[in-house]
């Protein structure tokens, strides 16, 4: 029973998706096949996105106005903003480890893993008229025996100053900026540590969750406000929904500077926590990141800094990427994460090596041969 109404789950959600068929779906190769460009054109290492990336995931997944591929799109136009497609709006992807080789000791996991599919997704994500979009994923993982879990969410722009956003997806889902993107957006193996926990907490500041917000621009300034009961949980009272706050300033078209506030309301949710970010994107292709966050329950500050480069050769891109953690409440604990790999036009296969700061009592160091496909 359970296999057949995934079945259905993946089916309907196909249809769907197709029968909406929007104005621009972006961010994904769907982009490419509607608008004739690489997908290079949004992102630096996939599914890092580049200054152009993201003014097109904040334009609402539409090309943004005197771009050149404005107006381009292959298909029929209705009027007033719906056009239907060329080509339905659906993106796959796929992705796994090979080998994964762990050194110590983490849950009775020890040893060489054979892991060729780690996750499947259905990706759908555009606009429909002048003011709707959307963002729809089903993935399938092999660490939940490959059962269906959904993320969707519908945002409607008043004005460029002001978007309204509903749905079910993590609380940062329609922040544009790469500094704080965790889950399948992130460009490496392992999560963000600053994401991922913070304190002895096991952190639902990335998880998916009931969701409503807002957020807009005013010149360089971005902002972006929202709020849920947790991921799980039933509609509680207002007070205690958790919330976040972010401001970013765009000092120039490549460098931003932002803050982050979180509101927890309850212990089981996360623990509270304040940060400051940097995002910069690199002349020659790539991006240098920075965070510091403060975990004002756990009193504990958390670090990041992350780089990678591409380095374009006539059929594929080559990148070095790493990243350093660090933890510090009684002492300091230092993680680091290096990779190097190469990309096609749609996928990346990489070597990374972790070794991760401590996380409650285990630390577990490991290499992992990766690929990330999408089409």
């Not at 060489?112 to 993982?141: C, N, Q, V």
Request: with cysteine; aromatic share 10%; glycine share 10%.
């Amino acid at each position: 029973m359970k296999s057949k109404s995934q079945m259905v789950l993946v089916g309907a959600f196909a249809i769907m998706a197709a029968l909406v068929w929007p104005h621009d779906a972006l961010a994904i190769p769907a982009m490419a096949r509607k608008f004739n460009v690489a997908c290079q054109a949004c992102h630096t290492v996939m599914p890092e996105l580049n200054p152009f990336g993201k003014a097109v995931q904040e334009a609402g997944f539409r090309m943004p106005a005197g771009t050149p591929g404005e107006g381009t799109q292959m298909g029929t136009d209705l009027g007033e903003g719906y056009v239907i497609d060329k080509f339905p709006p659906l993106s796959f992807r796929i992705k796994g480890y090979p080998v994964q080789y762990i050194n110590e000791e983490d849950e009775g996991e020890k040893g060489t893993f054979f892991r060729p599919l780690h996750e499947l997704e259905i990706l759908s994500y555009g606009a429909f008229g002048d003011r709707w979009s959307y963002k729809a994923e089903m993935e399938f993982e092999d660490e939940d025996n490959f059962d269906p879990g959904v993320v969707a969410a519908v945002e409607f722009e008043v004005n460029h100053a002001l978007k309204l956003f509903a749905g079910y997806a993590p609380l940062l889902a329609f922040d544009p900026y790469n500094t704080f993107k965790d889950g399948g957006h992130r460009i490496e193996r392992t999560h963000h540590a600053v994401m991922n926990f913070a304190g002895t907490v096991d952190a639902k500041l990335r998880k998916d969750g009931q969701l409503f917000g807002l957020r807009g621009r005013a010149g360089k300034v971005f902002y972006l406000a929202a709020m849920t009961p947790g991921p799980g949980q039933k509609v509680p009272e207002l007070e205690q929904m958790d919330g976040v706050g972010r401001l970013v300033v765009d000092v120039t078209d490549r460098v931003s500077v932002g803050a982050l506030g979180y509101y927890a309301a309850t212990p089981a949710s996360d623990t509270a926590r304040i940060a400051a970010d940097l995002n910069a994107w690199l002349e020659k292709g790539g991006t240098l990141k920075s965070i510091v966050m403060y975990d004002t329950d756990a009193e504990t500050v958390l670090g990041e800094l992350a780089w990678d480069m591409v380095h374009k050769l006539e059929h594929v891109s080559l990148f070095p990427l790493a990243r350093a953690d660090i933890k510090y409440k009684d002492d300091l604990d230092a993680g680091l994460t290096a990779g190097f790999g190469t990309m096609i036009e749609n996928g990346r296969v990489w070597l990374e090596f972790t070794e991760p700061i401590e996380e409650g009592d285990a630390e577990t160091p490991q290499v992992t041969l990766a690929f990330d496909v999408v089409f």
